[in-house]
């Protein structure tokens, strides 16, 4: 089975301060993503990868970027938390190919709370 | 606008009553559809997907999805639902736009609750 792990459940940090969120998949996957859920909007793209060092935006990357250094770890960074980006955050990965056209493996997320 | 729409914020239904979940999109062309499922605690799983073909798709968990090209839909259904089915369902759909930019897109998801 695919596994997708997140280095948290639960996070809380106060406003300012310098976030990330990690995330691992142990399948070899080329894709992987960032989503932010929230209540009444259901998932936004936040940025995705498509290679090791490779990024491009998704619809909300204002206020994060992402790092990709190895294949199996894609990490999101908050340089200066705000209060809006309390959320739950979502990984998910997937194959190679026609990039959004299969199935999504997604970690169980992790609930930020910035204070 | 190009969206995709679930117009049921919430449902409740009893274990053993059927259940259909509606999900409407407005695209030129018709997209690539999901559905996924958030179990509490859980992160997405999926149930099924449509590229094209036949219009009636089987997923897992008994669940199955008919896509109505005239209706712009693609409502997923199970004909008796257990208790273990109460989560948050996702309807999500990949454009086929020209120029690239074909991202998945999620609605904004059903909670479903389930009375014993």
């Known amino acids: 089975d695919v596994k997708v792990t997140q280095s948290s459940r639960y996070l809380v940090k106060r406003t300012g301060e310098k976030v990330f969120l990690e995330c691992v998949q142990d399948m070899d996957h080329e894709n992987m993503f960032w989503y932010r859920q929230d209540p009444g909007l259901g998932l936004r793209l936040i940025y995705f990868s498509y290679d090791v060092k490779m990024k491009e935006k998704g619809d909300i990357p204002e206020g994060y970027s992402v790092s990709r250094e190895k294949k199996e770890r894609f990490s999101l960074i908050l340089e200066s938390a705000s209060t809006n980006q309390t959320s739950m955050y979502l990984c998910a990965s997937t194959v190679q190919g026609a990039t959004f056209s299969y199935e999504q493996y997604f970690g169980p997320g992790t609930r930020l709370t910035v204070t | 606008a190009q969206s995709v729409t679930q117009p049921d914020i919430h449902i409740t239904v009893s274990e053993g009553a059927s259940l259909e979940l509606r999900c409407n999109y407005s695209y030129g062309a018709t997209p690539y559809l999901f559905w996924y499922v958030q179990s509490p605690g859980q992160g997405l799983q999926l149930l099924l997907k449509?590229?094209?073909?036949?219009?009636l798709v089987q997923g897992i968990k008994g669940f199955e999805a008919e896509f109505k090209r005239s209706q712009s839909s693609f409502n997923l259904r199970k004909p008796s639902v257990h208790w273990s089915d109460a989560a948050e369902y996702f309807c999500?759909?990949?454009?086929?736009?020209?120029?690239?930019?074909?991202?998945?897109?999620f609605g904004t998801g059903t909670q479903l609750k389930v009375e014993l």
């Open positions: 999500a759909v990949v454009p086929i736009l020209t120029g690239g930019g074909n991202k998945l897109t």
């Open positions: 449509y590229f094209s073909g036949d219009t």
